[in-house]
């Protein structure tokens, strides 16, 4: 058991890639690497006499795809995988649904929001960025070389996934499935992703997280070029607040990046309060009117670069259309198009 930040990491060392490792009767935790960054992903195996139900696929590269098959091979006990649960859209938990699904014939389950979005941001790949898309980051500040490079990677989402399946299996607030011998309850959290699935195992006391709450990272919460009044911000604080209500403090928690963990609540007051201090940080510097892009050094600790460039005019605009539905700030649009934002 190693502890940080008052949170209890009772397995000190993740599994080896593609290698799954029991966290709980019936529970393994199974590693995928992420090209990126940050550079896996947890994907979770529940067994039960019928066979094996999958959490999360990983991306859709053939690095993934050989370790599914070793898994396939040489660690279901000769049982098959008869679920495929994808806790939200995005490239890293849903790139081999559509794949998985293929392989064993199986109805993916998954929240409508996400799975209707997932298939509306694929439509994109292939297409030129629309206006309004450019629109959004030349109103945040971005400079022509950030806007010609983000009409070259326009589309990128539907890069990373499989061909979605057809049809789908609605997962939903209020409905529960059964893994692993036990009822999971359905726990929908907003803001990071539009309606995304968590599951709670009361007799376990575990909980499948998915990217609603993890250890160490703060998990994205942006707003994207195609609502751009929308308000995550609100969506996320409210479901952490909620998530505190509805799991145990001493839930096992199994999340999509960093390690299992006890410590949810605390976690959750943490995120919280680092959203409080942004938003505060925020007000201070806009006393005098500054542009989406001036406030990056405010809220982000490493540069951004062209390739981060929408995730951080995203999680900024969302602290700034927080506080504008609060009305503590205004946005005042110059000659260019860019938009300036002041306290009031
Ligand atoms: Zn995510």
Redesign the pocket.
């Known amino acids: 058991m190693t502890t940080t930040n008052a949170l209890q990491f009772p397995i000190s060392e993740a599994p080896a890639m593609g290698q799954p490792l029991q966290v709980a009767e019936g529970v393994y935790w199974l590693r995928m690497p992420l090209p990126f960054a940050l550079n896996h992903i947890n994907l979770w195996l529940l067994e039960d006499h019928l066979g094996w139900t999958i959490v999360d696929t990983g991306i859709n590269t053939s690095a993934c795809k050989e370790l599914w098959q070793q898994v396939f091979d040489h660690h279901l006990n000769n049982k098959p995988v008869h679920q495929l649960i994808v806790?939200?859209?995005?490239p890293?938990?849903v790139g081999l649904a559509g794949w998985i699904c293929e392989r064993w014939g199986l109805q993916l389950q998954m929240s409508r929001t996400d799975y209707i979005t997932c298939k509306v941001l694929m439509s994109d790949t292939g297409q030129p960025a629309p206006k309004a898309a450019v629109d959004f980051y030349q109103r945040a500040g971005a400079t022509d070389d950030q806007l010609a490079y983000y009409k070259t990677k326009f589309g990128g989402y539907g890069k990373s996934i499989y061909p979605m399946p057809d049809s789908y299996a609605r997962l939903q607030e209020g409905l529960s499935v059964t893994m692993a011998g036990h009822r999971w309850e359905i726990i929908v959290g907003r803001g990071?992703?539009p309606e995304?699935v968590c599951l709670l195992c009361p007799e376990l006391n575990v909980f499948i997280s998915?990217?609603q709450l993890l250890p160490t990272i703060s998990?994205?919460v942006s707003v994207w070029p195609v609502e751009p009044h929308a308000n995550p911000l609100k969506d996320w604080l409210d479901s952490c607040a909620m998530l505190q209500h509805r799991i145990p403090a001493d839930v096992l928690v199994l999340p999509?990046h960093g390690q299992v963990f006890f410590g949810a609540h605390k976690r959750l007051q943490r995120l919280i309060e680092g959203h409080e201090k942004s938003l505060m940080t925020l007000l201070e510097t806009c006393q005098q009117p500054q542009r989406n892009v001036d406030l990056f050094s405010q809220l982000f600790r490493r540069p951004i670069n062209n390739d981060l460039l929408t995730l951080a005019v995203g999680e900024t605009q969302a602290h700034l259309n927080y506080l504008i539905s609060k009305n503590k700030l205004q946005r005042i649009p110059d000659h260019h198009g860019v938009v300036w934002y002041q306290t009031l």
């Not at 806790?87 to 995005?90: A, E, M, R, S």
């Open positions: 806790t939200h859209l995005h890293d938990h990071h992703a995304h998915g990217d998990s994205n999509s």
